[in-house]
């Protein structure tokens, strides 16, 4: 999109109550980022997108952290958590077989990236492992995205789309 649409775009459909509000930053790790901020501290938030080595897209990441950028402590899980996105997956999948074979009526496959792709990952606040957070995969044979909970480092549920 040109740079005078996307602008275009921004000013017919910003906030005009002043109530929320985007800020765009560039980051040493994470690139190009946008910050969704808000008058409710809760509901604010950055989104980036990262190329992980060994898929096809680029993933989604949002976290938490201030108006002037996420926190150090983001930054080393999101590196920490990508660093490794078999191990990543691993995390899911018994929590994802009984609802892949559901959805699908497959066998669960023998590879993972066999009909997983990694969409998106959602940062815990302040970057603690046993925070609450989200791993997001869409899952090719089902046509649906998978999104695993995890609170107290295990998965707490798998939540199917549509």
């Given amino acids: 999109m040109s740079l005078f649409l996307r602008s275009l ?17 560039s980051h040493p790790y994470f690139g190009e980022m946008t910050y969704y901020g808000s008058r409710d501290p ?10 992980v080595p060994g898929q096809p897209k680029p993933i989604g990441v949002a976290m938490r952290g201030t108006e002037e950028g996420p926190e ?4 080393a899980f999101c590196k920490q958590a990508l660093a490794n996105i078999d191990a990543l997956f691993e995390r899911c999948q018994p929590a994802f077989e009984p609802v892949f074979a559901e959805c699908t009526k497959l066998p ?23 925070g609450e957070w989200c791993i997001y995969y869409f899952v090719e044979p ?4 998978f999104t695993a909970h995890i609170e107290s480092g295990k998965v707490t549920s798998v939540l199917v789309d549509g």
Wanted: proline share 7%.
């Fill in 9 to 25: 775009l921004e000013f017919l459909t910003r906030d005009l109550s002043g109530r929320t509000w985007e800020v765009r930053k």
């Fill in 42 to 51: 809760e509901a604010c938030y950055w989104e980036a997108e990262l190329d």
């Fill in 72 to 75: 150090p402590s983001e930054e």
């Fill in 108 to 130: 669960f496959p023998t590879s993972w990236r066999e009909a997983f792709v990694l969409d998106g990952i959602d940062i815990p606040a302040g970057g603690e492992p046993n």
């Fill in 142 to 145: 089902a046509g649906h995205y």
